[in-house]
T-cell receptor, first 113, second 113 residues
Framework: ELKVEQNPLFLSMQEGKNYTIYCNYS?????LYWYRQDPGKSLESLFV?????AVKQEGRLMASLDTKARLSTLHITAAVHDLSATYFC?????????????FGKGTHLIIQP | KAGVTQTPRYLIKTRGQQVTLSCSPI?????VSWYQQTPGQGLQFLFE???????NKGNFPGRFSGRQFSNSRSEMNVSTLELGDSALYLC????????????FGSGTRLTVV
């Protein structure tokens, strides 16, 4: 059974600081997703990571993937209040197919002005 | 390009009733998957459909069922509703089976009283 663990589950930080969210998964996977969810809203796709060593950046967010360690990170640089949201990582089983995604519990991020 | 349309947005039902939720994927997308989001269990995979066939199902009781029509629209049905079925139900639109791009709809918020 594929398990996905995120930490921390809750993070309160000040604007201007840097921080990293970690996502560990238990089984070989060929795709890892990061999503953002605002309160009462749907999931917004941030990144899809496919290969070992993959790094993607969008604004103040940067995601990376280490398939050997089964670890992905989401790094926030110089946080701003608008980045306050819940962030989820999700993993799909290798080989694609219709297995759906297994999500982590989410990291509730609050950025204080 | 229209996004993923889920209807209704909000629904209140009584225990024991049944409910049907609808999801219209992005035009041209042929696969749809459904997820349940609750505060306690997080995001959990329900099932995925491709070409009117259920390709996989998550660990949910038989009260949860679905179908997909020839125009790729999908419905999910929950019979004999329980209080624990209260959740946000999210539908993801996927170009085809095994595709990487999951685009989520705004969800249906179901409250069972």
């Amino acid at each position: 059974e594929l398990k996905v663990e995120q930490n921390p589950l809750f993070l309160s930080m000040q604007e201007g600081k840097n921080y990293t969210i970690y996502c560990n998964y238990s089984t070989t996977s060929d795709r890892l997703y990061w999503y953002r969810q605002d309160p009462g809203k749907s999931l917004e796709s941030l990144f899809v990571l496919l290969s070992n060593g993959a790094v993607k950046q969008e604004g103040r967010l940067m995601a990376s993937l280490d398939t050997k360690a089964r670890l992905s990170t989401l790094h926030i640089t110089a946080a701003v209040h608008d980045l306050s949201a819940t962030y989820f990582c999700a993993v799909g089983l290798s080989g694609g197919g219709a297995d759906g995604l297994t999500f982590g519990k989410g990291t509730h991020l609050i950025i204080q002005p | 390009k229209a996004g993923v349309t889920q209807t209704p947005r909000y629904l209140i039902k009584t225990r024991g009733q049944q409910v049907t939720l609808s999801c219209s994927p992005i035009s041209g997308h042929r696969s749809v998957s459904w997820y349940q989001q609750t505060p306690g269990q997080g995001l959990q995979f329900l099932f995925e459909y491709f070409s009117e066939t259920q390709r996989n199902k998550g660990n949910f009781p038989g009260r949860f069922s679905g179908r997909q029509f020839s125009n790729s629209r999908s419905e999910m049905n929950v019979s004999t509703l329980e209080l624990g079925d209260s959740a946000l139900y999210l539908c993801a639109s996927i170009p085809t089976i095994g595709s990487l791009g999951y685009t989520f709809g705004s969800g249906t918020r179901l409250t069972v009283v």
